[in-house]
C-alpha cells in the first residue's frame, strides 16, 4: 500500500512516500527548485518519490495533505465577526482559498492526469495533527505525550496530546492569534531579519546578550495559570490585518508582524545588513528566554497531565535548538524525539503515517534512525557529472577517500563532502555536508570569508561519534539531526573552539556507525589522526538550498573557495 504526503502551501513544499509503513522517500520542493523554502504546490518533489519508487500516481492507494480549511470553521468565524477583520484581510484570505483548491483537483492538474483515472483517496489532515504525527508515529515509543508549536496552521497555533500506539487523543489547542511562532517571527523581523526562515538567526544571536528586557517581554507573551499563553496584540498586526504570505513560484514571505505599539515600545527596527548594536543582542536574549519559559509551561503541563516519560515534539518552533536542549535536564520528561525535519515540510511525513496508523489502524513497524531519505546519484552518474563540467579527478576505494577527506580536514583543508541520500530537513547530516577542522580557532572566519558568507555571530556546529558525545558534551542523549543544543564540557571548549559558541554550547549531531556508517568512519578517521573524534559540519550550499545533485555541488566547489571535494569514490582537488 503506497501513501503519498504533501506538504502545500506552507513554507517548505515537500512530498513524502511510505510503502506498507515503510518511509522510501520523502523530500523539500526546494532542492530542486533551487527556491529556499518553496511553498507553493511540490510537483518536482512528488515526481521525485513516485519514480525513486519505480511508480505513478495510479498506484498510490492515499494522498494526503497537512492542511484542512475545513478544520476550526466555527472559531474562524467568531474570530471574524469579533474582530471586523479590514476588507483587505478577507480579500487576501479569500483569494488565497481559492488558489489553493480541492487537494484531487490540484493534484491532477499539476501532474497532468485525468481525476477519473486514479484509485486514491484524498484526505485533508489538520495541519498540527499532521505536525505531531510525524513526531510520534515514527519515534521509538509505544506511547508519548504529543506536542506541536508553530506560527499557525489551520487557525491552531499549538497542539498536544498522547499517542498510544496506532492513535492520538489529541486533548487541547491554543488558536489564533496567540502564537508563539508568530511572537519569534515578529520580533527577529524587527531584529533586522526579514526571509523567511531567518529564526535561526535570532536563535544564534541570543546567547551574545543579556536578557534585560524579560520583563516587557512578559507583557506581550502572558504566560496563562493552565500552561498555555497569550499575546498583547497591541503589539502586533496579524490579528488585525492577517498574515500577509506569498508563496507563488519564489521564496515565501511574510509581511511585517509587529505593530507599531512594539516600535514605541522598543525603538525603531533594525536595518537590515547594519551594525548590530548590544541592546539588539539584548532584545534577542530577553526574546529566546521569554519563548523558554512559555514552552516550560507547556512542557512540564503535558509531563504532569498525561504521566508520560517520553515526548515527541514537532511543528516549526521545534527547530528552536537551544530550547530542546533544555527540555531533558529541566523537566521530568526522560525521553525526547524530535523529527528532522520539525517545520512545515515534515507534515507531508506526519500525513502518510496519520493515514497509515491513525485512520487505517495498521501496526507500528517503522522507525527513523535517519533522514537520508532524499535523491542519491551512483558512481557514474558523478563521474559523468565531472567529465561534463570537466573537473579532473581520482578514483579512490572506500577506504581510500575517507582517509583522503579526513587527512586534508586534519591539515585544515575545508572539504565538501557529498555521499549516498540527500538529508531530509533544513540540516545536512554528513550527506551533503561541508567539513572543516573545529580545532582551529580561526576556522569560524575561514568558512564565512571564502564559502558561507554568514553572519559572523553565527556558530558553526560539530558532528561527534556517539561513543566519543560524554566526553566532550554535558549530555549525552542521542541526537542525530542535530536538533537540540548541549553545553560543550568547560574543559573541551579550547579543544573545538570553531564549534563551540559563545556561550559554550553547542548544536551537535551525534553519529552513530549503524546508521551513517561513511560519516562515522569519516569522523573517526579524523579522530585517528587527531585525538578529536569531532568534526566541524556545515551544509553543502552557500546561500542557496542545500546541493542535492552533483552537478550543484560541483557548481558550489568551483564557484568557492572549498579546498577538496570527496563525492561519492571521486576526490577533487583545487590546490
Ligand atoms: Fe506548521
Redesign the pocket.
Known sequence: MYILGINAY?GGASACLIKDGRLLSAVEEERFSRIKYQAGFPVRAIRYVLEEAGITPHDLAHVGIGRNPTANLLKKALFAFRRRPSLNAIRSRLGAALEIGDLKTVFCDRLGIDPNSLRAQFHNVE?HRA?MASAFFVSPYRRAAILSI?GM?DFVSAMWGVGDDRKMDVQSEVNFPHSLGIYYTAVTQWLGFPKYGDEGKTMGLAPYGTPRYLDRMRKIVRIQKDGTYELDLDYFVHHAEGVTMTWAESEPFIGDLYSPRFVQEFGAPRVPRTEITSYHEDVAASMQVMLEEAEFALVRRLARETGEKALCLA??VALNSAFNGKILPQTDFEDIFVQPAAG?AG?ALGVCYYIYHHLLGQPRTFQMHDAYTGPQFDQASIEAALKEANVSYETLGDEEIIQRAAERVANGDVVGWFQGRMEWGPRALGNRSIIADPRRADMKEILNARIKHREAFRPFAPSVLMEATADYFDQSYPDPFMIKVYGVRPEKRAEIPAVTHVDGTGRLQTVQKEHAPRYWSLIHAFGERTGTPVVLNTSFNDNEPIVCRPQEALDCFLRTRMDALAIGNCFVSKA
Open positions: 506552507h495541519h505536525h508553530d496552521g511543528g516549526g512545515d507534515t
